[in-house]
């Protein structure tokens, strides 16, 4: 039977699928291709007890598995709804500096940048997290997951910085925190799953990206907004030494071709979350 015949059979049975994926992620070297997948899906047809009992994953069996999860989505329910905590004061000026200098254009441009910015950071959240979770769950390296851990910690310094910043331009989030926290923690995910040099990687190309594009606002917030501007010159700090501190533990080198398609990625996420 071919692979594509195999999935359509198997597709008329969802929560057998769920089984399956939920055993991948849990025993991966069960599954190295997807023509094993693809026997896989055949054998549980011709007998589904016996591949239950040899895939079937409960998280009440496997505590550790069972706290990574819960712990993750702690994390990405704070981020995306609760007020994040700073441990580090706002640099260089009072957090609920309103900027009454600013013009209404101003104001309204700084907004927008800002909520680029909270986009960033809430991606940052979710990027970290979700390597850290697959440094553990893929690999258990823990020194990694450990890592990633800490430098999301700081960035949740940016997180309520740039959220208050936009309460005091008189700004909003992005609507579409949700979306964007999602796809940041996908792509995370397959970095984690690359290995640990791969991932060390990523975290560098993410955040030279990351410093040049605050950079740019830099260039482009009034220079009356001293406020943002002292945290986006925090930030950028911030996110040259992370970079340094991953190209130090032993980063890879970042394909060509995946450098290119983050950048487009950046390119589209900034753009939407400027006005929406």
Request: hydrophobic fraction near 45%; proline fraction near 5%; charge should be neutral.
């Amino acid at each position: 039977m071919l692979l594509h015949q195999k999935a359509a059979a198997y597709a008329k049975k969802p929560h057998l699928f769920i089984d399956l994926a939920v055993g991948f992620v849990a025993s991966p070297q069960h599954c190295t291709n997807l023509v094993h997948i693809g026997n896989l899906i055949e054998k549980k047809h011709r007998s589904k007890i016996k591949l239950q009992r040899a895939f079937e994953f409960s998280l009440t069996d496997c505590p550790i598995m069972q706290e990574l999860i819960l712990k993750t989505a702690d994390s990405a329910l704070r981020t995306l709804f609760a007020p994040a905590p700073a441990r580090r004061p706002c640099p260089g000026v009072p957090m609920a500096d309103t900027g009454t200098t600013l013009d209404a254009e101003e104001r309204k441009e700084a907004g927008a940048l800002m909520r680029v910015n909270h986009v960033g950071e809430v991606c940052a959240q979710a990027l970290y997290m979700a390597q850290a979770f697959g440094a553990r769950a893929f690999s258990g390296n823990e020194s990694l997951a450990r890592h990633m851990e800490e430098a999301a910690q700081e960035e949740t310094d940016h997180l309520a910085w740039t959220q208050a910043r936009l309460e005091a331009l008189g700004s909003r989030p992005s609507l579409l925190n949700p979306i964007w926290y999602a796809g940041a923690f996908g792509m995370g995910l397959l970095a984690a799953k690359m290995g640990t040099h791969a991932s060390l990687g990523f975290v560098v190309e993410t955040e030279r990206q990351v410093e040049a594009h605050l950079n740019e606002h830099l260039a482009r917030l009034p220079v009356a907004d001293t406020a943002s501007r002292a945290v986006v010159e925090q930030m950028r700090d911030d996110e040259a030494r992370h970079a340094r501190q991953a190209q130090d533990a032993g980063a890879m080198e970042v394909p060509t071709p995946v450098r290119l398609a983050m950048k487009h990625i950046a390119k589209l996420m900034t753009t939407v979350a400027h006005r929406i």
